[in-house]
């Protein structure tokens, strides 16, 4: 509920600070005291448009402060956890108007757009009066008021659910049919790619292996020229083994005795070995390593051929069995296709004639809700001298491309004043204190269906009196025990059935004149109700009134 309301050089007002407390509060005051700045100030708070008239002359700017204790899960918490804003010590909307006209809006300090501002104020208050309607007037809430009359919140889950369901079925359905289109579109393509990949047959690091064996191959000739001049090296005339035969002759032409040469004449036998064993691998590496023209070609030809693949396809080498992979599962869901959209499309239908079903059941159980609240409403008008109007709670089906989470209708409030008159939209039916009334009579019935914890009614009372406005005194009394009401009246019946009474009254301060608000102990506010009944001049009759009109609240 609003727990403050601090403004600051608003109009006449200089400064002022409410601390409004539950139950049913009475704003009362001569006309033209400024209760009507009190609203407006409330109303920039909420995110009313600003108006450089609303600066008090001479300042610089006006400033309004609200602050709201919600209970725990008001929707207004968690709009405010969406944006990352903390509430751990309540809900303040401050709003800064500059005398240029230019404002600034707050939440906890945060700045924010005023759109915020504006969402978070009709979550919190509600005002009726006869210049301003501000949540019942608005049909958007029309359906779910209904709804928590009616206390239909267990087939309105079903509904959503069966909506959500229908909803990923038709998505389902429409990916697919997407897919089967696209993949029909480039079927051809497809076909071609995977014949000429398929025979192409690109395996997993091809490239590779193929660029290694090719410069393998291409090195071939050189090996083999290599090997064929180390073995003339060893073989030539004037070569190694000459050289060895002529040091083993000489050794043995040595006169006897000779033992002393015979370990060189060993080594020279082993270096003959070694040598004889080298010219034999020599002369086998020679005959293997000859050049493999064919070989070489034709590993060229297949790495030639992948790199000119690749290039088609805009792709790398390494990239082609993957690519080739993914062609053959597309044609493969292309030819299944057909077959996989026929199952998607029963269940489309099936989830299609569960939410139909739902929201049948949720429009039968509207419109019998309708038919109570209508009733409902009927028996509070009477007594708030609204006999002739006819409200009327209207169900209407609404097109299947319309149908969503909240069922297959939309409602609507309709009122026709007076008999032989069509029902038409609320706000376009009543004059300004018929239709503040007619929102209360509507506000009483649907108390229990409602989330806004503050209600505000602006001269509810005009153009009525005696026990009509009882009547409206004992309604706001009634809506009072579970809501926090604040009530703008001329009504002394209205006032009196009030938990506590403001006065709103000008004074003389030193900068001219000010509205200020008097909070009226019992003494004081026997007197304005006094006043409010007799005008300038209060007599004993009037205080005597007064007091029966006060003995009632208890």
């Excluded at 025990?481 to 301060?509: C, D, I």
């Amino acid at each position: 509920m609003l727990v403050s309301l601090s403004i600051r050089d608003v109009v006449l007002i200089e400064r002022l600070d409410l601390a409004p407390g539950a139950g049913l509060t009475a704003l009362t005051g001569e006309t033209g005291a400024g209760k009507s700045i009190l609203l407006d100030s409330l109303g920039l708070a909420l995110g009313d448009r600003a108006d450089a008239g609303l600066v008090r002359a001479g300042t610089a700017q006006a400033s309004v402060a609200a602050g709201f204790a919600p209970p725990d899960g008001h929707a207004a918490l968690a709009v405010l956890a969406e944006h990352g804003i903390d509430t751990e010590g309540g809900i303040v909307l401050r709003r800064v108007v500059a005398a240029d006209g230019r404002s600034k809006a707050f939440v906890n300090d945060e700045p924010v757009g005023v759109a915020l501002l504006r969402r978070l104020g009709a979550l919190l208050v509600e005002v009726q009066g006869q210049f301003a309607q501000v949540g019942l007037a608005d049909e958007a809430t029309h359906a779910g008021l209904l709804d928590a009359f009616g206390r239909l919140a267990a087939r309105k889950a079903t509904v959503a659910g069966a909506h959500a369901a229908w909803r990923a079925a038709r998505h389902a359905l429409a990916d697919a049919e997407a897919a089967v289109a696209a993949a029909r579109a480039e079927e051809d393509f497809l076909r071609h790619g995977v014949a000429e990949l398929g025979k192409l047959a690109p395996e997993e690091g091809e490239e590779e292996a193929l660029d290694v064996a090719r410069r393998r191959l291409q090195q071939g000739e050189r090996r083999a020229e290599g090997y064929a001049e180390a073995l003339a090296a060893l073989t030539r005339q004037k070569g190694a083994a000459a050289a060895l035969r002529d040091a083993a002759r000489a050794l043995d032409r040595l006169p006897p005795p000779n033992d002393e040469a015979q370990p060189a004449l060993a080594a020279i036998g082993r270096a003959q070995d070694a040598l004889a064993e080298a010219e034999t691998l020599l002369e086998r590496l020679a005959a293997d390593s000859g050049p493999d023209q064919q070989g070489l070609e034709r590993t060229e030809e297949r790495l030639f051929a992948l790199r000119a693949m690749a290039r088609k396809h805009h792709t790398t080498v390494a990239a082609l069995p993957a690519l080739l992979a993914e062609w053959r599962e597309r044609l493969s869901a292309l030819d299944a296709g057909e077959e996989r959209i026929g199952g998607l499309a029963a269940a489309a239908t099936a989830a299609r004639a569960t939410y139909r079903d739902a929201a049948a059941a949720l429009s039968a159980a509207r419109a019998e809700a309708a038919q109570k609240l209508d009733r409902a409403v009927a028996k509070e008008l009477g007594p708030l001298k609204l006999e002739k109007a006819r409200f009327i709670t209207e169900v209407t089906a609404l097109p299947e491309e319309q149908w969503g989470a909240s069922g297959a209708d939309a409602v609507r409030f309709l009122v026709a004043m007076n008999p032989g008159l069509p029902p038409a939209p609320l706000a376009r039916t009543a004059s300004g204190g018929e239709l503040a009334r007619l929102m209360l009579a509507l506000k009483v019935v649907l108390a229990s269906a409602g989330t806004v914890p503050s209600l505000v009614f602006d001269e509810v009372d005009s153009g009525i009196g005696g026990a009509t406005a009882a009547a409206v005194g004992e309604r706001l009394a009634r809506l009072a025990t579970g809501l926090q009401v604040l009530v703008v009246t001329h009504s002394p019946q209205v006032a009196a059935k009030a938990a506590v009474q403001w006065r709103v009254e000008k004074r003389q301060g030193k900068g001219g004149t000010v509205t200020t608000v008097v909070p009226l102990d019992d003494m004081a506010r026997r007197e304005e109700i006094a006043r409010m009944l007799a005008g300038e001049r209060v007599t004993d009759a009037a205080r005597a009134a007064a007091d029966s009109l006060l003995a009632g609240v208890t």
